[in-house]
Nanobody, 126 residues
Framework: VQLVESGGGSVQAGGSLRLSCAAS????????MGWFRQAPGKEREGVAA????????RIVDAVKDRFIILLDKPKNTLYLQMNSLKPEDTSLYYC?????????????????????WGQGTQVTVS
């Protein structure tokens, strides 16, 4: 599975962006996909994740009232709708997937649980 992110950019605080992650390859119902971010000098952290089959989502507390994770199954595309952006949201955002039949009850936000990664897209909030 190859993942290609897009949609990053520079935005003022309070603005919105929608990130996209186009997946090539087979994403079946026993897959999990997620969004992660990494700011300079910090560890990569989970932001939001979704179990593909049931559509169960999980969003980290820091953004759960502002970010939404969406999956368009026919298009094999994962989205992260980011609203009310803050300067602390500035990071390189990555899309990740695991498609080997692993599908925990609650989608994982642990980087160690994912196998496939995109190259990242930069989000800068000023």
């Amino acid at each position: 599975v190859q993942l290609v992110e897009s949609g990053g950019g520079s935005v003022q605080a309070g603005g919105s962006l929608r990130l996209s992650c186009a997946a090539s390859g087979y994403i079946d119902s026993r897959s999990c996909m997620g969004w992660f971010r990494q700011a300079p000098g910090k560890e990569r952290e989970g932001v939001a994740a979704i179990n593909v089959g049931p559509g169960t989502t999980r969003i980290v507390d820091a953004v759960k009232d502002r970010f939404i994770i969406l999956l368009d199954k026919p298009k094999n595309t994962l989205y992260l709708q980011m609203n009310s952006l803050k300067p602390e949201d500035t990071s390189l955002y990555y899309c990740a997937a695991r498609t080997d039949g692993w599908s925990p009850t609650l989608p994982s936000l642990d980087t160690n649980d994912y196998v496939n990664w995109g190259q990242g897209t930069q989000v800068t909030v000023s």
